[in-house]
């Protein structure tokens, strides 16, 4: 089994592989104040449910890929790998290690690494060229070539930052649960509100992809666009550019990259 974490700047996803497939999951929150031990101790309770892994930390577990945009938790959770998982290959995605995804950018290592993983999974998943819209603390907007390479993206604030902005900054507006309203004239303030969040975002996806499309292919049409992150399926609906919807596409990209490095390990 292929223990997989991507740890994003609010949640951490985590996801359990048996081989391709993916047969657990796990969202939680990131704190990077949490130290090795108590991740361990995390881990130890989520893995202890599951029927087909032991009681003990490690037990089933033959590998474990880890991507993070957090670099406190990425260190935590390096020491995790090492005093837990001493005997279990682990491949933490960060420069030098191998992705089969060119990036052709400005710095390669300034580009985040749940962003070249969720290339690497969208090139072997639909091929190029594609374009990555994950709903997360930002919405980031990922190009890849025909060629399978990465050549740059978009980042925007998120849908959470948004609503969390206006409950702060408007005297008479507060935090609000993201939800779709009963129509886009909203008859009260927080359906005004939900409306523009929901249909604001949607507006925001299909313009910031169709002009993306236009400068990555002769046809925008040969563009494949893929949605992942907790909060897509809040847009999905009110898009007209998504054509696909992954929600673990950065794990399956976490699977590929641990195979093609643990060889080389």
């Not at 025909?146 to 507006?173: C, F, H, N, T, W």
């Not at 005004?192 to 236009?214: C, K």
Request: some cysteine; glycine content about 12%; charged content about 20%.
């Amino acid at each position: 089994m292929l223990l997989t974490i991507d740890v994003g700047n609010t949640h951490t996803v985590l996801g359990l592989f048996d081989g391709e497939d993916i047969v657990e999951h796990w969202r939680i929150s990131t704190d990077a104040r949490r130290t090795a031990d108590e991740l361990a101790v995390l881990l130890q309770g989520l893995m202890g449910m599951h029927p087909l892994l032991g009681e003990e930390l490690g037990d089933g577990i033959d590998g474990i890929a880890i991507c993070a945009t957090v670099p406190s938790v990425l260190h935590e959770l390096r020491e995790v790998t090492r005093r837990y998982y001493g005997d279990v290959p682990a491949v933490l995605v960060e420069p030098g290690v191998k992705t089969g995804v060119p990036i052709l950018t400005d710095n390669p290592k300034e580009v985040g690494a749940d962003r070249i993983i969720n290339a690497v999974a969208a090139v072997d998943l639909y091929g190029g060229p594609a374009i990555v819209v994950d709903f997360g603390t930002a919405t980031t907007f990922d190009a890849v070539s025909a060629r399978g390479e990465y050549i740059g993206g978009v980042i925007a604030p998120g849908i959470e930052i948004s609503v969390d902005a206006l409950g702060v900054k408007g005297a008479q507006l507060r935090k609000i649960e993201v939800a779709r309203p009963r129509s886009v004239i909203g008859k009260n303030t927080v359906e005004a509100m939900q409306a523009g969040i929901i249909y604001g975002f949607a507006g925001q996806v299909d313009g910031v992809v169709s002009r993306m499309a236009r400068e990555l292919a002769d046809d925008p049409d040969d563009v494949t666009v893929i949605a992942t992150g907790g909060l897509a399926p809040m847009v999905l609906g009110e898009s007209s550019v998504i054509d696909e919807h992954e929600p673990w596409l950065t794990l399956i990209g976490l699977r590929l990259v641990y195979e093609r490095n643990v060889s080389r390990m």
